[in-house]
């Protein structure tokens, strides 16, 4: 006769972002929050009988409230808060397993803001060289490049018709994941080769900077802030390529739980993955010809 082994369930991956408001300086802690529970669950294996078991979106709903009651002071503090709550709140739950990552964020360096961030650990570099024997072309750029304006971001007065929900917003997260890639008007007849090491070092903190700097009324208007500064104030770069993926943040409903969310100190959000909008454009010294594909990933 078959008989039941080892078992759990629990909702994973519930990402969860919350937002410490310190006056005008803002802090962030950004954690996938994966929660296992075991215990007393023969009946509903073998009858399908769900009196023992506490709803996985109750799970979810736990890890939200708890970022706002009890706040993030750290991954493992958090994780040990929702492990004694469900172990001793749910008599038939004997073990809780939570699991965290936590993504970190450094403040990108600049006196007009304490609201901007760069994910570490997440940016690669990249370049492509082309020779004909006659002509070269370099460009070079990044991707996977994670930044995030926690304010100074609205979305508003756009065109609707009847199937148009989404509400507008004076105040919202403006996060992306950055691909962008720039052309080089250099041939090797030049009177100078760049250094290349501190044009990336230097191309890189002048799109950071545009994004922390532009108070955003669109990602499009963002993402032309970026490539204007580059084509600024980097003489050897004629052309900038971008591709930004918006990455919603959504305020979560806690209401049903007797919590006010958005408040002065903070607020939890969800971090949605998919799907997305995205923005692409193309900004060029003027009198230069575009010629980055559109599509990043063939470089």
Not at 228 to 254: A, M, W
Request: glycine content about 6%.
């Amino acid at each position: 006769m078959p008989i039941l082994g080892q078992n759990q369930y629990g909702k994973a991956e519930n990402r969860v972002v919350k937002i410490t408001r310190d006056g005008a300086t803002h802090h962030i802690k950004d954690l996938n929050v994966s929660v296992s529970l075991s215990g007393d669950m023969d009946e509903v294996h073998y009858s399908g009988s769900n009196a023992n078991v506490l709803p996985t979106d109750t799970t979810k709903n736990t890890v939200y409230a708890f970022a706002k009651e009890h706040g993030i002071e750290s991954a493992e503090q958090f994780g040990i808060h929702l492990a004694r709550h469900f172990v001793t709140s749910q008599e038939p739950i004997h073990r809780a397993r939570i699991r965290i990552e936590e993504y970190a964020w450094e403040r990108i360096d600049t006196p007009e803001s304490r609201h901007s961030f760069v994910r570490q650990g997440q940016e690669t570099r990249c370049t492509q060289i082309t020779f004909d024997g006659s002509s070269w072309e370099v460009v070079s750029g990044l991707k996977d490049l994670v930044v995030m304006n926690t304010t100074d971001s609205e979305f508003w007065g756009y065109v609707k018709d009847r199937y148009t929900t989404l509400p507008e917003a004076r105040d919202r997260i403006l996060a992306t994941e950055v691909s962008a890639r720039w052309r080089f008007g250099w041939s090797d007849d030049a009177k100078e080769t760049p250094d290349w090491d501190d044009s990336y070092a230097q191309t890189r903190k002048h799109l950071l900077q545009a994004f922390a700097e532009t108070y955003s009324l669109s990602l499009q208007q963002t993402l032309y802030a970026m490539g204007s500064r580059i084509i600024d104030r980097r003489e050897e770069i004629d052309e900038t390529r971008f591709s930004l993926p918006n990455k919603h943040h959504f305020l979560v409903d806690l209401a049903p739980f007797g919590l006010e969310n958005d408040t002065p100190d903070g607020a939890v959000y969800f971090a949605a993955d998919r799907p997305y909008g995205l923005i692409e454009a193309t900004v060029l010294r003027d009198g230069c010809e575009a010629k980055i594909p559109a599509d990043l990933t063939h470089l």
